[in-house]
Structure formats: structure tokens, C-alpha cells
T-cell receptor, first 115, second 112 residues
Framework: DSGVTQTPKHLITATGQRVTLRCSPR?????VYWYQQSLDQGLQFLIQ???????AKGNILERFSAQQFPDLHSELNLSSLELGDSALYFC??????????????FGPGTRLTVL | GENVEQHPSTLSVQEGDSAVIKCTYS??????FPWYKQELGKGPQLIID?????GEKKDQRIAVTLNKTAKHFSLHITETQPEDSAVYFC???????????FGTGTRLLVSP
């Protein structure tokens, strides 16, 4: 158990809908990262938040957005869903003090199925 | 930006054999290289990492080597067991606020 929690574990929805994925980082970790893993694909970095502020963006679609709250949990919002958005979505967290090495610990993921 | 290549994409070995997975990276500023194991239906699990100030690190049956000059790093698993079967990912990063860049993964199958 990495200490990172994600809810829900599974999510089935229809095209055009909007969903919210939730992540709670390990105790003491200030950074949260979101990744997308499609079938037979590697881990694609979406976005990073550090202590409530957006830190880095990767291959995140404009239909997707995220935020990190004062209690450091994060939510990833996916809207106008398409079939191709079906994937595993992982959250990871790290201390990220600025001078530390970037050890990231992953949650169990949310499997999103868009029908 | 950083680019990480990983080979092979699949690797089949017999139980007890050794397995080696190799990665190359492009950004000479990268100095942190973790390896993750992902079992079916689970999130990636950090199994070992190496920092640029060392050339080799070992943890029981797992070892990682780093050649900064050639920008290569490798994962070595000795005395493989069926429970080692999983997808393994390498990654590279700098220190501080820098995202990890992952390789494309290696599916390791250990046959009894």
C-alpha cells in the first residue's frame, strides 16, 4: 500500500458526460501528479499540482482540468467524454521540497469506461 | 525535453534465469532514475531507484546500474520467480519540481 488513495475504483459513463476523479496524497506529500494509461500505452503525464498551485502540464486535453485543495487532495475533472477517454487514471504524490529527488508513489488508479 | 526509451517490450524467461531491462535517456541533466513494477489491475509500485552520484544499487534480487556517460541505465533481476511477472517501467527526472518521464514498459513473463 503506497498510502495514496483514489476514488472511485471503477467508473462507467456515457459519451458527453462529465466525471470527477479524486485523489488523496500520502501524508506529508505536497505534490500530486495525474497520469493516463490507455490500453498497451505507457504512463502519460497529464498535470502536476504543488501545494495548491499548478506546477507542470503534460498531454492534458482542454476538456480535462484539475485542482488541488487546501487539504492537499486533488480532483481531476473530465468533461465531454469520448470513447477514447476510456483508460486507467493514476494519481501519484511526492514530497517535492524543491531540492529532493522526485520519488513518486502511485495510487491504485481509477478505471474509466466511456460507453 | 527528456525522452526515455526502453527495451525490450516483452521478455520471457524461465524461472531461475536472470532478466535485464535496458533504458536510455536523452537529457544529461537528469539525475534520478526509478523503476516501477505494475501488476495487472494495480498501480505502479516503486521497486528501486538510483541517483546520479552512484553507479550501481542492489536490493536482494534486484539491481540497477547507471552509466551517465552513455545515458544508459538497466534493471537486473536474478533468480526470477513467477511472481516477478509484471510490466516494468523505467523513468528519469531531475531533482526538485521536475516530472518523471517514463519509458514504454517491458512485459516480463517468468515461466515455472
Amino acid at each position: 500500500d503506497s498510502g495514496v488513495t483514489q476514488t472511485p475504483k471503477h467508473l462507467i459513463t456515457a459519451t458527453g458526460q462529465r466525471v470527477t476523479l479524486r485523489c488523496s496524497p500520502r501524508s506529508g506529500d505536497l505534490s500530486v501528479y495525474w497520469y493516463q494509461q490507455s490500453l498497451d500505452q505507457g504512463l502519460q503525464f497529464l498535470i502536476q499540482y504543488y501545494n495548491g498551485e499548478e506546477r507542470a502540464k503534460g498531454n492534458i486535453l482542454e476538456r480535462f482540468s484539475a485542482q488541488q485543495f487546501p487539504d492537499l487532495h486533488s480532483e481531476l475533472n473530465l468533461s465531454s467524454l469520448e470513447l477514447g477517454d476510456s483508460a486507467l487514471y493514476f494519481c501519484a504524490s511526492s514530497v517535492d521540497s524543491g531540492s529532493s529527488y522526485n520519488e513518486q508513489f502511485f495510487g491504485p488508479g481509477t478505471r474509466l469506461t466511456v460507453l | 525535453g527528456e525522452n526515455v526509451e526502453q527495451h525490450p517490450s516483452t521478455l520471457s524467461v524461465q524461472e531461475g534465469d536472470s532478466a535485464v531491462i535496458k533504458c536510455t535517456y536523452s537529457d544529461s541533466a537528469s539525475n534520478y532514475f526509478p523503476w516501477y513494477k505494475q501488476e495487472l489491475g494495480k498501480g505502479p509500485q516503486l521497486i528501486i531507484d538510483i541517483r546520479s552520484n552512484v553507479g550501481e544499487k542492489k536490493d536482494q534480487r534486484i539491481a540497477v546500474t547507471l552509466n551517465k556517460t552513455a545515458k544508459h541505465f538497466s534493471l537486473h533481476i536474478t533468480e526470477t520467480q513467477p511472481e516477478d511477472s509484471a510490466v516494468y517501467f523505467c523513468a528519469a527526472s531531475g531533482t526538485g519540481f521536475q516530472k518523471l518521464v517514463f519509458g514504454t514498459g517491458t512485459r516480463l513473463l517468468v515461466s515455472p
